[in-house]
């Protein structure tokens, strides 16, 4: 078995370039086996994931008011325009360091136990170091007020807070580790990638087989996974 396990740490810290290296690395360890298949007639190739991580998606980005007029002769005026996709695939392989690898030295020097402010690395500093890190390795910035939104914890807070606690009422979205989450919540307007949570998703996942025609032919339409366990014995008994 070959796992690619990272694709779902990058998803849980809604880490978009992350998600896009640890997916490229995974491809090419396929090709490598899906060569491996052809070569080997008695082989079954099975690709498939045990759940959806992050919820991801492209969305629209925010442009300079753009006006379309309309068949009946009216105008309509939008500041949003779909985001460009290609412009924002660039953007990530350009990223250098994880979000992980910007922000965890700096909250590890941040807070002692219980998210208490360490006297001896002030806050403001941990901002100058955010800044910098994401100017070094991403095509986009943070100003101040970003940077002290993705490291600010309250003093006194028993547990780390959600990324965007709702005054109704306790926030949908679930972070897996709330300081990545909240960087990339604050590139959002510069990367156009959202997310629906920092954890795993109920959104079916793909199955794809390749080799001995009798079991990989099996592999359609929908079903649940514990038939695909089924299948691996079958094979494994054939």
Known sequence: MVEAGQIDWGAHDNDGAYVLRAMQSADE????????????????????????????????????????????????????????????????????????????????????????????YPI?????????????????????????????????TATLPQPQPQPQGPDRFHPHDTFRNRLSMQLVDDTHLLWSTGTHTSTPVPIMAMG???????VRGHGHSVAIGALIFAALND
């Open 124 to 156: 403001e500093d941990g901002i100058q170091e955010l800044i910098a890190l994401v100017d070094e390795h991403t095509g986009h910035s943070l100003s101040e007020e970003q940077a002290m939104q993705v490291l600010h914890v309250e003093p006194t």
């Open 29 to 120: 360890t396929l090709a490598y086996l899906m060569d491996y298949a052809d070569a080997h007639p008695d082989t079954l190739l099975i690709v498939t994931a045990d759940h959806e991580t992050g919820g991801m998606g492209f969305s629209c980005g925010q442009i300079d008011d753009a006006t379309m007029e309309l068949p009946s002769g009216a105008t309509h005026t939008t500041p949003f325009d779909f985001a460009v996709a290609t412009e924002s695939f660039d953007d990530l392989t350009e990223q250098t360091m994880s979000y992980a690898g910007m922000v965890d030295s700096i909250t590890a020097d941040l807070y002692l136990e219980d998210f208490e402010p360490n006297s001896e």
């Open 212 to 218: 001995k025609p009798e079991f990989a032919e099996q």
